[in-house]
């Protein structure tokens, strides 16, 4: 009889709540607090959190299972090196057509 392990992550046990998740949520949280509370910056610090939150949404897209990592394959594919490869149309194409004609 064998134990096997549903994932290797840690889990937090709470919906799937991950270490590296609270790791990013405590910067948001503490950026929050102190731009609300000691500046006057409150609508963006609103927005901030807004986005905070939105990034830490749980989704089903393959194995990401957050919307930041979402976010970060997203931006890695937009930025990622792109090869362009250029080829000029072959004439075969127009001398075989004068010469059947």
């Known amino acids: 009889m064998y134990i096997t392990v549903k994932s290797i992550k840690r889990d937090l046990g709470f919906k799937g709540i991950e270490v590296a998740d609270i ?11 102190v731009l ?7 609508i963006p610090a609103i927005v901030g ?3 905070g ?3 830490l ?7 990401k299972n957050r919307m930041y990592k979402v976010i ?3 931006f890695s594919f937009l930025v990622r090196d792109k ?3 250029y080829q000029k149309e072959r004439q075969v194409n127009k ?7």
């Open 23 to 33: 790791v990013i949520a405590l910067p948001i949280i503490i950026l929050f607090i």
């Open 36 to 42: 609300f509370c000691f500046t006057p910056l409150k």
């Open 49 to 51: 959190l807004m986005i």
């Open 53 to 55: 939150i939105f990034c």
């Open 57 to 63: 949404l749980p989704i089903n897209v393959s194995k």
């Open 72 to 74: 970060g394959l997203i």
């Open 83 to 85: 090869i362009f490869i």
């Open 95 to 101: 001398i075989e057509e004068k010469q059947t004609e």
